[in-house]
């Protein structure tokens, strides 16, 4: 894939305005996620940061068939805190690139405005799949290269996902605001049981304190057992 370079169709001043991030997980005994891994590249293609951490939680599945880290590599390294600090201090005011990357901004608790996914389907991978495509999958389709061989790669899964956006960096302002709509709804939703407009009785999600009164209310919520 080193071969392959479509940064150019990005200004170059604006390369420097773009991070593009993929992190490796594993697994906590409630089945959460926890950082293991993160590869962050610029928009010329340069590696920024690739760090592993320990996390703070206890690891019971290492999950290394997939992205082949041990526990080895785990030991005497950074706290996830520190990790996730210094992407924090990176990504700050700047365009994110990723597939999938709102499940990685959450192990990171980081709320990310601008955010460029690979992975949310528009007109221009609607020929491709009917659904979000998978990196693998988007890959092969946009970049004629196999990547996850085997082992998933932090660095080679950031790099096709940067790529991809590259190259189809001329037609992304043209889907931009489907994307963010899509993402901000996304994520209001996945955070629902945070919100103070959240009817837990439910399951709904209202917009404002008045929408969430008319609710309470009303027939479908009193009916409800």
Known sequence: MNKLNFLSNIPARERNNIVALDCEMVGSVD?????????LLNGHGDVILDEFCM???????MRTPIHGITIEQLEEKQSDAQLK????????????????VDKDLAVLGIDHRLVRDTAYKFSWTSSLCPKSPSLKNLAMAKLGVEIQKG????YEDTLAALMIYA??????????????KFRKQKYRWNNRR????????CDILTGSNTQLKQHLSGKKHNDRQ
């Open 31 to 39: 089945k959460k996620s926890l950082l293991a891994r993160a590869t």
């Open 55 to 61: 996390p703070s939680e206890e690891i019971v599945e």
């Open 85 to 100: 600090s210094k992407i924090a201090k990176i990504l700050k005011n700047k365009k994110l690139v990723g597939h999938s």
């Open 151 to 154: 082992e998933h790669d932090s």
């Open 167 to 180: 190259k189809e960096y001329h037609f992304w302002d043209r889907t931009i605001g489907e994307q963010e």
């Open 194 to 201: 945070e919100s103070p407009f959240y009817c837990a009785k």
